[in-house]
């Protein structure tokens, strides 16, 4: 048993928060959202690196990586609040994958891998961040069934969310219109989920930093405000909360690739604590940085938005929650539900 | 990363589970000196199997298991439904600070009857004036020839009424700033001197115990730890009770919400979807406790001591345990709130979690200051 990351992991995860620090600071973000366009840079660089492919399988162009390494990145992205496709592209090629057959492998997974083409994943008629950029989407239907589509097969109608740093939009597509996935949607929708819980984690995270950082400097009755317990406790919070939800991504990332038959609980455990958390801790960053982190100007917001959308995602906490204690209940008496 | 058990891990549990299948603790008895005796004859069979002290080296008489085995073995013992042994406090507090800061002649005293449940031990900290604030204690213990006379009162002392050691803190020097002047002492119980006064409790049994100190003599080689350095001392306890015991905790905690969860579905409320969120979140939470309690294992395996991220697991399992009798008694209603009733002590019982072993409050300040480095507040240390 170890919880830690291999060496390997703790360097992918250097690595990203190296890069991203100085290629997506507030700054771009700002910029991006601001101009609703991606940072066409940062793609690049992100693409050149390998990251959209780093879990699709090497015989489809990819790194052929883990959902752990999947989580590292998505993790940082997360934290950089990177305006970029990456979490929309891999989700999508993670259901392909899961799901696909291996006719539907070869077709759609090297164009994602190799980031010529960008991704989107999301319940038709709902809100599927970056679809409005996607050339590939995997939609999710009612029951539970995933189609993917080119571009073209869909209808797209861009939509303004509240999280600006993505190209929204409402998906829809009448039935026969795409083609179905051979295999069971939720293999592969749980480990887009994860990869979304990650994300929120580094949301979390970064919020907890910023607001440490703000409240040792910010004074007032001559004090630092953070040394005033309704702000050091709330703090204290916020890492329990962030803590709490990067326990649960990472097992969840881990259960994906070494226990999938644990997935499906891990899964919605991991999306119900980060989608909890990253709420939590976001707004709680907004309240500890008093007015000014109710501006625009301030960049607290962009990490408030993220977490709304991406709590919102593939199932908010709430049906995350009663899955969890269907799947309970069933392991209990498997005769109760 | 790789959580799945090692061979040797899985074998340890194994083994384990055999030496449960075949040794069972018995129903647990009613009444606290009944219980207390079910629970040193327990202990006394876990010593005979070689398991008291499972995390204790083996110069001490333990097994010498590594955290992560220790931690399987605390899973074990919650899950065959089995108490912990009477001297909790002597194996998870007492030994290790013993073997810390004990001298040879100190280790050979007093390891073995820890481990036997031959000498029961119980912590003298807390005082009425002086709880979170604990180096602000006032129990004075003066140099007097080759020893030392004891004069003071301590509060919620658990287990006291069976022990006959106190690991008892107390100033003896007053000159020097609060943390400086105090010596850990380890105190006989049964001595004229040493009165002890049951405090009932909120479920209505007393667990824990004033202490009323008037002339008790200490030897000065019962001093642990070097005269003056007390509060180091008292620190590496207080570590060693965040730390030991969560994975035992979190099992129980486990038991309780599948029992819920089973007493839900008989009653037919898990289609009830308010219902099924809060179960939800309570499996949530327990399983988020349980996984950072291995991460924090993995972190100390890889990097030593435990840090102050210990507070984290206590605050979890805490908050999560109230909230849960709390969610049973909302669901169960007046069932649940019949003495006798097991939800009924929960949810009296679970009020104290937030204060034992350091309250919320204070683990919050702990977070805050020493992993977040936020600035404290002039006098409100933790
Ligand atoms: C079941 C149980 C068993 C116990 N067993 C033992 C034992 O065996 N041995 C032993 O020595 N002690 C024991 N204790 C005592 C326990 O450690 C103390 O009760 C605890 O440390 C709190 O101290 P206090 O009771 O004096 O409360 P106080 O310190 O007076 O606290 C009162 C309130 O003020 C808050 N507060 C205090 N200081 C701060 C601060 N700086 N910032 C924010 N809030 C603060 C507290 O959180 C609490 O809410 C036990 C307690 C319980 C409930």
Redesign the pocket.
């Known amino acids: 048993m170890n919880f830690d990351f291999t060496d390997d992991q703790h360097e992918i995860k250097r690595t990203a928060r190296d890069l991203l620090g100085s290629r997506s600071t507030f700054e771009k973000v700002r910029h991006a959202a601001e101009g609703k366009a991606y940072d066409d840079a940062l793609w690049t660089e992100l693409v050149g690196l390998g990251w959209p492919g780093i879990a699709i399988a090497e015989e489809y162009g990819g790194q052929g990586l883990g959902s752990v390494e999947l989580a590292i990145l998505a993790e940082e992205l997360g934290h950089a609040v990177a305006p970029s496709p990456f979490l929309s592209t891999v989700t999508a090629a993670a259901v392909i994958q899961a799901c696909g057959s291996d006719e539907q492998r070869s077709r759609w997974l090297p164009a994602l891998a190799s980031g010529e083409a960008t991704g989107a994943l999301g319940v038709a008629d709902g809100l599927v961040p970056d679809a409005d950029a996607a050339a590939v989407i995997v939609l999710l239907d009612a029951d539970g069934a995933a189609r993917v589509l080119a571009r073209a097969d869909a209808d797209v109608t861009p939509v303004d969310s509240i999280d600006p740093t993505r190209r929204t939009a409402r998906v829809s597509a009448p039935p026969g219109r795409g083609e179905p996935l051979a295999g069971e949607g939720r293999h592969g929708t749980d480990r887009a989920t994860v990869a979304v819980a990650a994300e929120l984690v580094g949301v979390s995270q970064r919020a907890l930093e910023m607001t440490v950082a703000y409240v040792k400097e910010r004074r007032q009755f001559d004090t630092p405000v953070g040394a005033y ?1 309704a702000i050091s ?1 709330t703090c204290a919070k916020m890492l329990k909360d962030t803590e709490g939800a990067r326990s649960a991504t990472y097992f969840a990332a881990w259960a994906a690739d070494a226990e999938p038959e644990r997935l499906a609980e891990a899964a919605s455990l991991a999306k119900a604590a980060a989608s909890d958390g990253a709420r939590d801790v976001t707004a709680a960053a907004i309240q500890a940085h008093g007015g000014i982190g109710f501006t625009w100007e301030a960049d607290v917001h962009w990490l408030y938005k993220r977490a709304q959308v991406g709590a919102a995602l593939l199932g908010g906490s709430a049906p995350h929650r009663a899955r969890l204690a269907r799947i309970l209940a069933a392991r209990l008496s498997p005769t109760a539900v | 990363m790789d959580l799945t058990f090692s061979d040797s891990e899985a074998a340890f549990r194994d083994e384990l589970r055999a030496w449960f299948a075949t040794n069972d603790p018995g129903p647990e008895p009613s009444g606290e000196d009944a219980n207390y005796a079910w629970r040193r004859d327990w202990q006394r069979r876990l010593a005979e199997g070689g398991w008291a002290g499972v995390h204790w080296p083996r110069e001490y008489g333990g097994r010498g298991a590594t955290l992560t085995e220790s931690a399987i073995f605390f899973e074990e013992l919650g899950r065959a439904r089995a108490p912990l042994p009477a001297n909790v ?1 002597g194996l998870l507090l007492a030994g290790p600070t013993l073997m810390t800061y004990g001298t040879d002649e100190q280790k050979d005293r007093y390891l073995t009857p820890i481990l036997t449940a031959e000498e029961i031990w ?13 180096a602000a204690l006032k129990t004075r213990a003066v140099k007097d020839g080759d020893g030392w006379v004891v004069t003071g009162q ?7 009424q069976h022990s006959k050691w106190c690991m008892l803190v107390a100033r003896t020097d007053s000159e020097v700033p609060k943390h400086k002047g105090l010596t850990y002492f380890l105190m006989d119980m049964e001595q004229e001197g040493v009165q002890v006064r049951p405090l009932v ?1 909120i479920t209505g049994e007393p ?2 115990n004033e202490l009323f100190i008037e002339g008790a003599r200490i030897p000065d080689e019962n001093v642990l730890g070097g005269v003056g350095n007390g509060w180091k001392v008292a620190l590496t306890t207080l570590m060693n009770e965040r730390s030991g015991l969560a994975f035992f905790l979190q099992v129980r905690l486990r038991q309780l919400l599948d029992e819920l969860v089973e007493e839900a579905a008989a009653r037919g409320l898990l289609d009830d979807p308010v219902v099924a969120d809060e179960l939800g979140r309570l499996h949530m939470k327990a399983e988020i406790l349980r996984l950072t309690a291995y991460r924090g294992l993995s972190t100390i395996e890889k990097y030593g001591a435990p840090g102050p991220e210990g507070s984290l697991t206590k605050w979890m399992w805490s908050e999560t345990n109230q909230e849960l009798a709390q969610f049973a008694a909302d669901l169960l209603g007046a069932d649940a709130l019949t003495m006798g009733n097991r939800w009924a002590y929960e949810l009296l ?1 679970s009020r ?2 937030t ?8 683990l ?2 702990i977070v805050a200051e020493r992993v977040l480095g936020l600035p404290r ?1 002039k ?4």
């Open positions: 317990q406790h | 406090l119980c912590q003298g900290f807390s005082e009425p004036e002086a709880g979170s604030d604990l301590k509060v919620w002392t658990s287990g006291a409790q667990e824990f019982r104290g979690n204060i034992e072993g350091g309250t919320t409050e204070i919050k300040n507040l006098g409100a240390t933790a």
